[in-house]
């Protein structure tokens, strides 16, 4: 994974694509979601949705997955070549998530990000800020899923383990 | 040992019963009666507070292996070396965590449309293993849609705690309600 010096706006980065097949959705469902649209085929054609439709709760959380395990298949690939991996830090948060369009059983999103801001931060010398615009598009090229996400990375030359 | 906190105000005073669900898989509104909260239910304003909701270790690894498997969610010793000095739960997995004790608490019995999204998240403060957390639900505005006017667009602010008080997530979401008159119709209508 790269440092904050490695990081430049505009740059993007695909992470992946992944299948939200019906049982997987009604098993994040019932756990966290148990609406009926995100339960029962049936509930979801009479719903706004059209359908049996993921909860959005699900399609963030593997959004997340992805990108993690990208990372961390680019990671090994640094390590292998002898340079510096950065660790990722943990994130204040995010804005802007939108639920586009309904993502349906079946369906395939592939997601990506790209860098949208970066800076420095006084407070915490050794990390920077970036925000990347993560978005998830279906398999007729529609988009879904949107969020602004906002993380630390480490600085290259200015880190001491805290 | 659901812990049941009697709650809130809704539309014209009327006390309503809200059963906080402490587990997963527990029936929730086996007491409540099916009255279905609409749009009408949700005037700006504190709406009600909910839970306690447990976390166990076990939960945080397990979301974490699924969909957030980084060191700081799964492993004590490499947790502790990270900002968060310990090991935490994924605030993706808290977001979800928030979304089914709001289920538990009210959506589940509201004529809700889905949310089109999220207006801003923020993780204060780590979800720790053992936490029993808390949750405060205001209305910070309820507007019927411009191009839906048979449906309501009401935004909330739900803020989670641990038992200490310490906050440890914000988020501000709207969802989509259906407005009384068109509920009972669809009733009618079966």
């Given at each position: 994974?790269?440092?904050f010096?490695?990081?430049a706006i ?6 992946g ?26 509930a979801g054609?009479k ?16 959004c ?13 690939q640094?390590a ?7 660790a ?10 939108r639920?586009?369009?309904p ?19 006084s407070?915490?010398?050794?990390w920077?800020i ?15 899923f949107?969020?602004?996400a ?13 | ?14 006390q ?6 402490n587990g ?15 749009f ?5 304003g504190?709406f009600?507070s ?9 939960e945080?690894?397990?979301f974490a ?20 000095r310990?090991?935490s ?13 709001m289920f ?10 889905g949310s089109p999204?999220?207006?801003e ?6 979800l ?6 808390t949750?405060?639900?205001e ?12 449906t ?7 803020l989670v ?15 989509l ?10 009733e009618?209508?079966?």
């Amino acid at each position: 994974m790269r440092f904050f010096e490695d990081i430049a706006i505009g740059q993007r980065r695909e992470v992946g694509s992944f299948t939200f097949t019906a049982d997987l959705i009604k098993a994040f469902a019932a756990q966290f979601d148990p609406q009926p649209f995100h339960l029962d085929e049936e509930a979801g054609r009479k719903s706004l949705f059209g359908g049996l439709a993921a909860s959005g709760w699900h399609v963030a959380s593997v959004c997340m997955k992805l990108m993690v395990t990208d990372g961390q298949r680019l990671a090994k690939q640094q390590a292998a070549r002898g340079e510096a991996v950065a660790a990722w830090g943990p994130s204040p948060g995010f804005r802007d998530l939108r639920w586009i369009k309904p993502v349906l059983a079946g369906d395939t999103i592939s997601f990506s990000s790209e860098i949208e801001t970066t800076r420095t931060s006084s407070r915490r010398p050794e990390w920077g800020i970036v925000q990347a615009r993560n978005t998830g598009i279906n398999q007729r090229g529609e988009l879904v899923f949107s969020f602004l996400a906002t993380g630390f990375l480490p600085r290259r030359n200015n880190n001491p383990a805290p | 040992m659901a812990a049941v906190r009697p709650q809130g105000t809704s539309h014209a005073g009327r006390q309503v019963e809200i059963a906080a669900n402490n587990g997963h898989n527990q029936a929730s509104f086996a007491a409540i009666p099916t009255m279905t909260l609409t749009f009408e239910d949700f005037p700006p304003g504190h709406f009600g507070s909910f839970g306690p909701r447990h976390v166990t270790r076990e939960e945080i690894l397990a979301f974490a292996a699924e969909f957030d498997p980084q060191p700081m969610h799964l492993d004590e010793v490499a947790a502790s070396k990270t900002m968060l000095r310990g090991l935490s739960g994924s605030g993706w997995h808290l977001c979800s965590i928030m979304m089914r004790m709001m289920f538990d608490a009210f959506i589940g019995r509201t004529a809700s449309l889905g949310s089109p999204g999220v207006n801003e998240v923020r993780w204060l403060s780590p979800l720790r293993p053992g936490d029993d957390l808390t949750l405060d639900v205001e209305v910070v505005e309820a507007r019927v849609s411009r191009s839906r006017p048979e449906t309501g667009i009401v935004t909330m602010k739900a803020l989670v705690r641990n038992a200490a008080g310490q906050d440890l997530c914000e988020m501000v979401s709207p969802i989509l309600v259906s407005r009384r008159d068109a509920t009972a119709a669809a009733e009618l209508a079966g």
